[in-house]
DNA sequence: TCGAATGTTGCGAA
DNA sequence: TTTCGCAACATTCG
């Protein structure tokens, strides 16, 4: 479910409740969700340890440990909440794979109705950072090295684009949305654009993605962060999951296509190869 | 019953 | 070496 702007948003809500509290206790409801490791050696390396800092790389959200760091990642349906542990409510959560028990008795609750969603422990980021391309949002993530990542490259771009560890952070919606707002047709292959089209692409993965964080993310089917709030950027949305509708530039019926085994929305007639 | 769904990984083949 | 397609993971929904 999530990418980048819903990760950011659960860890703006995360941040204020988890930072300095320390981790007392861990449990696996479900005990793949450390996978590969087994929930007993995780349990062991993260109890007793205190979280410094709440950041997100990108999609994943890391714990910032005094030693070491704890990774999450929500795949398609993860959630994260904080609650008194004493509150019933915590234990009727439907679906919990996971919990943290927080030093000022409340706890982490990981929900993820589909299982995918995963925890782990790293002593430190390389072998994420070695995984994942440039942020986005970074002031590092220039045009000019845009440009320079997309040389040479004769995969189509939507594939590209969703290839985390070509740039780190783009799912679905947002890939479509941005290319949409760029004007280029998925299956375009990235060396054959022009800087022009590169910088255009550039700036709209950047606009996308900072307009989608100020409403706090898109909800789809199931998003939701803090007690229940759900992404207002769905209605923002100008062509995902609007096949058949209108163009919101030109009028055309807009049109899915497969592209990478993924359901693709484009304008036919303003997005060119 | 089948297919698709916001994501990732690993494998074999071109 | 790069790219592509497909299966797998687990579940819900139309």
């Not at 109890?47 to 800092?53: L, N, V």
């Not at 993860?78 to 019933?88: I, M, Q």
């Not at 030093?103 to 070695?130: H, I, Q």
């Not at 004007?183 to 990235?190: S, V």
């Amino acid at each position: 479910m999530p990418e980048l702007p819903e990760v950011e948003t659960v860890v703006r809500y995360l941040r204020p409740q988890l930072v300095e509290r320390a981790i007392v206790g861990f449990t696996a409801h479900w005990p793949r969700v450390t996978a590969p490791a087994m929930p007993e050696d995780f349990a062991r390396q993260v109890t007793g340890r205190t979280i410094h800092a709440v950041r997100r790389r990108g999609k994943y959200i890391l714990l910032e440990l005094n030693r070491g760091y704890i990774h999450l990642h929500l795949r398609m349906t993860g959630r994260l909440l904080v609650l008194p542990s004493g509150d019933p409510e915590a234990s009727s959560q439907p679906h919990v794979t996971a919990e943290f028990d927080l030093s000022d008795s409340r706890r982490l609750v990981f929900r993820d109705m589909r299982k995918f969603g995963r925890v782990g422990y790293l002593e430190d980021l390389a072998p994420l950072e070695t995984r994942l391309g440039p942020e986005p949002l970074s002031s590092r993530f220039t045009t000019r090295l845009f440009h320079r990542l997309l040389r040479g490259r004769r995969r189509r771009i939507k594939p590209l684009l969703l290839d985390q560890s070509f740039i780190a952070g783009l799912g679905n919606i947002y890939v479509d949305e941005a290319l949409f707002l760029a004007r280029i047709h998925p299956e375009t292959p990235g060396s054959r654009l022009s800087f022009a089209r590169a910088r255009a692409l550039h700036r709209a993965i950047q606009d996308i993605l900072s307009e989608s964080i100020r409403h706090d993310g898109t909800t789809i089917i199931n998003f939701q962060y803090g007690e229940g709030s759900t992404g207002r950027f769905r209605e923002k949305l100008r062509v995902f999951r609007r096949a058949e509708q209108p163009c919101p530039v030109c009028g055309t019926p807009l049109a899915k296509i497969r592209v990478a085994q993924r359901g693709t929305y484009l304008c036919p007639a303003c997005q060119v190869p």
